[in-house]
Every structure is written in structure tokens, then in C-alpha cells.
């Protein structure tokens, strides 16, 4: 069993900033890909960014040079740094994780998702 946690939503005027975490915890024995994906109101969930366990990162074109994906693997740990934050930022934001709970089964897993409003 594995369980994702998110923290680190709120409320935040544009501009701002806000950083997101994402903990992982249970039967892992490595943890693959991490990001973290969003969704809107009336919209389908679409990814934000991932970055691989060596560290190599990719950006949704409407994020890049504002959001900063990172992580600690020692912690199982994925962060999502977010600035300059815009009204169309706002979303249910979730973390995902491919997990591979011994060296042969992987799994994909889903956090419950932190609501990020910007808003005046």
C-alpha cells in the first residue's frame, strides 16, 4: 500500500507565490517519475510537471520560467515551487508517483489534491 500526501494549497493573490509538497509513504522500494498534474473547473486534469529520479525535469508550456519542480529522494519527497502565480493557476493540484513497491511490480499513484486558488 502507498499513500501520496499534498500540503502547501491555499489562497494567494496574483503575483504570489506558493510552494506545494508531496510525501510518499508505504510498501516502496524505489519511487520512478514524480509530478504533479491539475485541474481546473470544467477541465480535464493535464499535466504540470515531472521529474525523473535522476533529476531531469519537463514543464507544461503555461508553467515554465514560473513553476520549479524538485525532489528529495531520501525524503520520498516531490515539491512544487510556483511563483508569479496567475488567476488561471486555479486548480486542484495532484501529485502522482510511479512506485515500485519490490524490483519487479510498479504501480501508479494519487494524491487527494490541494486546492491553489489565485484570486484578488
Known amino acids: 500500500q502507498v499513500q501520496l500526501v499534498e500540503s502547501g494549497g491555499g489562497l494567494v493573490q496574483p503575483g504570489g507565490s506558493l510552494r506545494l509538497s508531496c510525501a510518499a509513504s508505504?510498501?516502496?522500494?524505489?519511487?520512478?517519475?514524480m509530478g504533479w498534474y491539475r485541474q481546473a473547473p470544467g477541465k480535464e486534469r493535464e499535466l504540470v510537471a515531472v521529474v525523473t529520479s535522476g533529476g531531469s525535469t519537463n514543464y507544461a508550456d503555461s508553467v515554465k520560467g514560473r513553476f520549479t519542480i524538485s525532489r528529495v529522494n531520501a525524503r520520498n519527497t516531490v515539491y512544487l515551487q510556483m511563483n508569479s502565480l496567475k488567476p488561471e493557476d486555479t486548480a486542484v493540484y495532484y501529485c502522482?508517483?510511479?512506485?515500485?513497491?519490490?524490483?519487479?511490480?510498479?504501480?501508479?499513484?494519487w494524491g487527494k489534491g490541494t486546492l491553489v486558488t489565485v484570486s484578488s
Open positions: 502522482n508517483a510511479d512506485i515500485n513497491v519490490n524490483r519487479d511490480a510498479s504501480m501508479n499513484s
Open positions: 508505504g510498501s516502496i522500494f524505489r519511487i520512478n517519475n
